[in-house]
């Protein structure tokens, strides 16, 4: 099974082109429907390309970058409205993206998963990694889709995200090659990805102009505004013997718990964290001003997490001032 290659035309992404399918790539592990859904993006009926980067924001040199107050290494802030940019700062440096990636998997979850197909957990959730964040999903709990992508975007469980990946393409590998066909589909060329969930791997990289790409085509899925834009989640599950589970989970995006306040004039509609030594603190998300009209802001490798916020603050006053 293949996906229709999409690839920009250079690094600002002016404009796509749409090469046809090709030779396809075989995923193995893939249920029918899902093969079927995947492979309709080959149809040589669909034109997505001219119209994909017209709804594109376009880093350009007049761009203006933050101010010394923004000490992370990438930083921007992008509207969904007018598809402008208003700031700016190595939005096309390769980084390690952590936990951002969840972004991604959660997005092929959403497109082409049964959200309400049960999923029983594997030994592929047993993460054993320092530091890991895990929403303690066990294997043999047996839950649905969507309840996994609770566990994998509010408190940013590896567990999920590798209970995902198996459940959706039988395999971390298979599932990773999924994640980056689907990424040059979105025009996100700058980005590697090698399993679901981020912890770190050299070869699993992206930018901040790719995590905008992949964000602002997970907020056109209803789904997964409501998923990071819940503050607490309650998932009712069973375990191995078949006896109910109950797990409460809260998002780690602190401008939606409320821990950290936000501008005047701005309210988040959620967003996605991610850290590890290597990538530093990151944060993707969404607000929404006064008048409705939406931005993506996004930091990577901010020096830890009070730097994280303190630098997101400061973009996304760019927006109201």
Not at 68 to 88: M, N, P, R, T
Not at 193 to 205: A, I, R, S, T
Not at 250 to 263: A, D, K, R, T, V
Request: hydrophobic letters at 35%; one cysteine or more.
């Amino acid at each position: 099974m293949g996906y229709c290659r999409i690839l920009t035309a250079g690094a600002l992404v002016s404009s796509l082109i749409l090469t046809g399918c090709g030779q396809k790539e075989t995923i193995t592990g893939i249920s029918y429907p899902l093969q079927e859904r995947m492979e309709a993006l080959c149809s040589p009926d669909i034109q997505r390309a001219d119209t994909f980067a017209q709804e594109l924001c376009v880093v350009t040199d007049d761009v203006p970058p933050p101010d010394d107050s923004v000490g992370a290494e990438s930083a921007a802030v992008f509207s969904l409205d007018d598809h402008s940019v208003i700031l700016e700062k190595n939005v096309f440096e390769r980084l390690y993206p952590a936990s951002t990636t969840k972004v991604m998997t959660a997005l092929i979850a959403i497109r082409y998963g049964d959200l309400q197909e049960k999923v029983t957990v594997g030994q592929e959730a047993v993460i054993t990694e320092p530091g890991a964040s895990l929403c303690h999903i066990n294997p043999g709990d047996t839950l649905t889709l969507e309840q996994l992508l609770y566990g994998l975007m509010m408190p940013s469980g590896n567990d999920a995200g590798a209970a995902i990946a198996v459940h959706m393409a039988g395999s971390i590998e298979e599932f990773s090659r999924m994640m980056n066909q689907e990424a040059r589909a979105i025009g996100a060329t700058d980005t590697h990805f090698v399993n679901p969930h981020g912890l770190h791997d050299e070869q699993h990289y992206t930018t901040a102009y790719d995590l905008y790409l992949m964000f602002q085509e997970a907020m056109k899925e209803p789904v997964f505004r409501q998923i990071v834009g819940t503050g607490v989640y309650t998932a009712e599950y069973t375990d191995a013997n078949g006896e109910p589970k109950t797990q409460t989970w809260n998002n780690s995006n602190q401008f939606l718990s409320g821990q950290q306040p936000m501008p005047d004039g701005l309210i988040s509609l959620g967003g996605k964290t991610g850290t590890t030594r290597a990538a530093g603190s990151c944060l993707i998300m969404a607000s929404q001003d006064e008048e409705g009209h939406e931005y993506v802001s996004v930091v990577m490798k901010a020096g830890n997490r009070q730097a994280l916020y303190e630098n997101m603050t400061n973009i996304i006053q760019k927006i109201v001032n």
